[in-house]
């Protein structure tokens, strides 16, 4: 994707102050999205809030957070039995001290697994539905105040090659883990129902990535989440929302109409869409000026996200809020080759805000006045 170089400075702004010309606004994009009826939010590492820079910028900036590692089963169940609700609980005060929501990830994946789990899921059916219920009996309860949302499954549905490192051989649409082995392809609808009974209340979610491109890889990817989600609704199965986690790749194309009417496809089956993930990982080659980046990236974002709210979308969140702390930046699988780091969330790396911060600005008030 080129940009001319005059739209380029226009939507890069400026580096400093990344509210352009005039002064950036004063409110966080968590209070100027929820004016538009929007909720807008981030990932949070909790061992990270005692850092005084970070801590400030996500009370600043969100008002809906999600634990990026807390909620996951290796933190909450170290050892079997064993439930570990500190580090959790730390997001919860901290949530509550600054009029933030919470949200829940992930109840079932077939990563961030603890070796014991691995083993109980390899005894059969009956021992791996036991340790599913007993999680949840333990988690959803001890939440319940703070927690009304959860990804309920995250990630169950297979890739059909193309540019992610996840390539597992897949059963029916679903990619092939220690839960399918155990449970069969039910599993899915096993956890939403165990959810549902312990809470009927809660919001359940089905979290998924790889659907927002142009591409075969992506359009492949949207057909089989779809055939899924088409199943569990004609199942009567309890899930009320899917997770979109847009973990944006520039060297992906990207045109709105397929990705809208996925969506829509979505919404038709009475499903609530959340952006749950956002980040922005960028082209192999990028220019050499930081305007200019910035400014591809933030285009992206705005058409992604801005497609997502004008069918329904009513909840963003980037996975985290600076350059700094992103996972972009230390996972060596997704790290930059040339030396410098990925501008993909809304703050560099000293915590201004750049052009992506405008963008979804502008996406929010834009759905504001839709």
Same mark, same amino acid.
């Given at each position: 994707m080129t940009l001319p170089r005059r739209a380029v400075l226009a939507a890069a702004g400026s580096p400093v102050l990344a509210g352009g010309a005039g002064a950036q606004p004063a409110e966080g994009l968590g209070a100027r999205a929820r004016a538009q009826g929007i909720a807008f939010g981030t990932a949070v590492d909790g061992n990270r809030l005692a850092d005084p820079r970070y801590a400030a910028q996500v009370a600043a900036e969100a008002r809906l957070l999600v634990p990026e590692w807390e909620g996951k089963w290796s933190a909450l169940q170290p050892a079997e039995g064993r439930f570990e609700f500190g580090p959790l609980t730390t997001l919860v005060e901290f949530a509550s001290r600054h009029g933030q929501a919470l949200r829940g990830h992930t109840l079932l994946w077939h990563r961030a697994m603890p070796d014991w789990l691995a083993a109980r899921l390899a005894e059969g059916a009956d021992r791996a539905r036991? *340790?599913?219920? %007993?999680?949840?009996? @333990?988690?959803? &309860?001890?939440?319940?105040?703070?927690?009304?949302?959860?990804?309920? *499954?995250?990630? %169950?549905?297979?890739? @059909?090659?193309? &540019?992610?490192t996840e390539n597992t051989p897949a059963i029916g649409d679903l990619r092939d883990t220690p839960w399918l082995r155990a449970l069969g392809p039910g599993y899915v609808d096993l956890a939403f129902r165990l959810a549902r009974e312990r809470d009927r209340t809660l919001r359940l979610t089905y979290n998924e990535y790889g659907v927002e491109g142009d591409t075969p890889f992506a359009e492949e990817k949207r057909r089989r989440v779809l055939r899924l989600l088409r199943r569990l609704v004609e199942a009567r199965v309890p899930v009320d929302a899917l997770g979109i986690q847009a973990h944006l790749m520039l060297d992906e194309p990207f045109r709105p109409e397929p990705f809208a009417a996925f969506l829509q496809e979505v919404r038709s089956l009475g499903l609530a869409i959340l952006i749950t993930e956002l980040d922005v990982r960028e082209a192999a080659v990028v220019p050499p000026d930081l305007a200019a980046r910035d400014a591809l990236v933030a285009a992206r974002v705005q058409a992604v996200v801005g497609t997502a709210l004008e069918v329904g979308c009513r909840t963003v969140l980037t996975w985290g809020l600076s350059d700094r702390d992103s996972w972009l930046a230390q996972e060596p699988a997704v790290m930059r080759r040339d030396g410098t780091i990925h501008r993909g969330l809304p703050l560099d790396a000293e915590g201004r805000r750049k052009p992506m911060w405008q963008a979804l600005d502008r996406a929010f008030a834009a759905r504001g006045r839709g």
């Amino acid at each position: 994707m080129t940009l001319p170089r005059r739209a380029v400075l226009a939507a890069a702004g400026s580096p400093v102050l990344a509210g352009g010309a005039g002064a950036q606004p004063a409110e966080g994009l968590g209070a100027r999205a929820r004016a538009q009826g929007i909720a807008f939010g981030t990932a949070v590492d909790g061992n990270r809030l005692a850092d005084p820079r970070y801590a400030a910028q996500v009370a600043a900036e969100a008002r809906l957070l999600v634990p990026e590692w807390e909620g996951k089963w290796s933190a909450l169940q170290p050892a079997e039995g064993r439930f570990e609700f500190g580090p959790l609980t730390t997001l919860v005060e901290f949530a509550s001290r600054h009029g933030q929501a919470l949200r829940g990830h992930t109840l079932l994946w077939h990563r961030a697994m603890p070796d014991w789990l691995a083993a109980r899921l390899a005894e059969g059916a009956d021992r791996a539905r036991a *340790v599913l219920a %007993a999680h949840l009996d @333990a988690v959803l &309860p001890r939440m319940a105040g703070a927690i009304r949302d959860w990804d309920v *499954v995250n990630e %169950a549905v297979a890739n @059909a090659g193309g &540019p992610f490192t996840e390539n597992t051989p897949a059963i029916g649409d679903l990619r092939d883990t220690p839960w399918l082995r155990a449970l069969g392809p039910g599993y899915v609808d096993l956890a939403f129902r165990l959810a549902r009974e312990r809470d009927r209340t809660l919001r359940l979610t089905y979290n998924e990535y790889g659907v927002e491109g142009d591409t075969p890889f992506a359009e492949e990817k949207r057909r089989r989440v779809l055939r899924l989600l088409r199943r569990l609704v004609e199942a009567r199965v309890p899930v009320d929302a899917l997770g979109i986690q847009a973990h944006l790749m520039l060297d992906e194309p990207f045109r709105p109409e397929p990705f809208a009417a996925f969506l829509q496809e979505v919404r038709s089956l009475g499903l609530a869409i959340l952006i749950t993930e956002l980040d922005v990982r960028e082209a192999a080659v990028v220019p050499p000026d930081l305007a200019a980046r910035d400014a591809l990236v933030a285009a992206r974002v705005q058409a992604v996200v801005g497609t997502a709210l004008e069918v329904g979308c009513r909840t963003v969140l980037t996975w985290g809020l600076s350059d700094r702390d992103s996972w972009l930046a230390q996972e060596p699988a997704v790290m930059r080759r040339d030396g410098t780091i990925h501008r993909g969330l809304p703050l560099d790396a000293e915590g201004r805000r750049k052009p992506m911060w405008q963008a979804l600005d502008r996406a929010f008030a834009a759905r504001g006045r839709g």
